[in-house]
């Protein structure tokens, strides 16, 4: 299964990477090994949601279940994440991310925290 991971570099400024979390047979499908989590987060945002620069408020999935956001990077790189796509937001330091709703719909999400 595939994750988007985004993370401060040594250079201060955020970068995507593409990280696969390895699965194996669990009986009625495949499975992960167990990721220990602090709390879940419910959240929805309207189709004006756009965030300026900021980093993640903490190590945390976001997994989307609908609407879908442009994610940009310090370097301009963008990405587009959608229903059933998960994010690992690791870039706690530094300028950040930008953040901002793709499309006229409002996009829910779940926050897993990690610490």
């Given at each position: ?71 940009e990077t310090g370097s301009g790189e ?30 829910q999400c779940l926050f897993i925290t990690?610490?």
């Amino acid at each position: 299964m595939q994750v988007t991971r985004i993370y401060t570099g040594d250079d201060g400024q955020s970068h995507f990477e593409d990280v696969v979390i390895e699965l194996r047979s669990g009986g009625a499908g495949l499975i992960s090994e167990p990721v220990t989590s602090k709390s879940v987060i419910f959240r929805e945002t309207g189709p004006d949601y756009d965030l300026d620069f900021h980093p993640a408020p903490r190590r945390q999935y976001v997994v989307n279940l609908s609407g879908r956001v442009q994610l940009e990077t310090g370097s301009g790189e963008t990405r587009i994440l959608g229903a059933g796509e998960i994010l690992l937001a690791e870039d706690t330091t530094g300028q950040g991310h930008k953040s901002k709703a793709v499309g006229d719909e409002p996009r829910q999400c779940l926050f897993i925290t990690l610490e």
